[in-house]
């Protein structure tokens, strides 16, 4: 999802406090942040129509090591530090297609949303942070594997303004391109769409822009506008009716 992950160290900027060695407070076992969120995005990949989509918002971790957050319903952190944070998590990718979405569609099949086994890898350095993630279909649903890679920069505009922006890449391989977005033989016959094979390759380029606004120490509003554009055999496939994809997202989550 556009916000996992990013929604904790925004919440960490409003919990800094000044403290020394001698009477910081250990870290508590537990940290919450809930919430609700909402996206207006695709409504499957290629489309050329929006919809919008509700979500909980939710980042729940224990003792720096076991975690839940958005899209990832359970994970382990490796490592979690200021710098270094890598770990495995079960993700649901709730990107899916209905042949009820589109005329077009008719004679090709369903895809459901699917959960994922998730690799991930984030990197921090002051004001940036590197990320990159490998998600593999475990549900048979031949939805493959994702690879995406981030860099963004965070900037504080005031005491109760965040702003983080950075480029990043999707990569997708064969199977998963395939499913969204080839044509066999026979969905050909049936749809009046050619015969199209996808292969891998890197599969959609995207800028994103947030905001996060500290209304009270645990209360943040957050606005996120992902630019995005499909690439390669994404963009040329005769499912894609438009190669611009954004997606914007509005959530207020409070941390305890």
Not at 29 to 42: I, K, R, S
Not at 115 to 121: H, M, V
Not at 144 to 171: C, E, F, I
């Amino acid at each position: 999802m556009a916000l996992a992950g990013l929604l904790t160290p925004v919440a960490s900027f409003a919990q800094q406090a000044p403290t020394n060695a001698t009477n910081a407070a250990p870290a508590p076992d537990w940290t919450v942040t809930l919430g609700a969120e909402a996206q207006w995005e695709p409504a499957y990949p290629g489309a050329n129509f929006m919809r919008l989509r509700p979500f909980p918002a939710f980042d729940i971790e224990y003792k720096n090591r076991f975690f839940a957050k958005e899209d990832m319903l359970f994970g382990v952190y490796f490592v979690n530090n200021a710098n270094w944070s890598a770990g495995l998590a079960l993700q649901y990718d709730f990107t899916e297609r209905e042949t009820s979405d589109d005329t077009r569609l008719r004679g090709l099949q369903n895809v459901p949303a699917t959960p994922r086994a998730k690799a991930f890898l984030t990197y921090t350095q002051s004001a940036f942070t590197l990320s990159t993630s490998a998600a593999q279909d475990i549900a048979g649903n031949r939805e493959g594997l994702v690879v995406d890679t981030n860099a963004t920069v965070t900037l504080p505009v005031g005491k109760k303004l965040y702003l983080t922006a950075g480029p990043g890449v999707t990569w997708t391989n064969g199977t998963y391109q395939q499913t969204f977005f080839g044509v066999t033989p026979s969905q050909s016959a049936a749809s009046g769409l050619p015969v199209y094979d996808a292969h891998s390759g890197a599969a959609t380029g995207y800028v994103t822009v947030e905001a996060d606004y500290l209304i009270t120490k645990s209360l943040i509003a957050t606005v996120e506008m992902k630019f995005a554009r499909l690439y390669g055999n994404s963009a040329s496939s005769p499912i894609t009716r438009r190669v611009q994809q954004n997606t914007d997202t509005l959530a207020l989550t409070y941390t305890f």
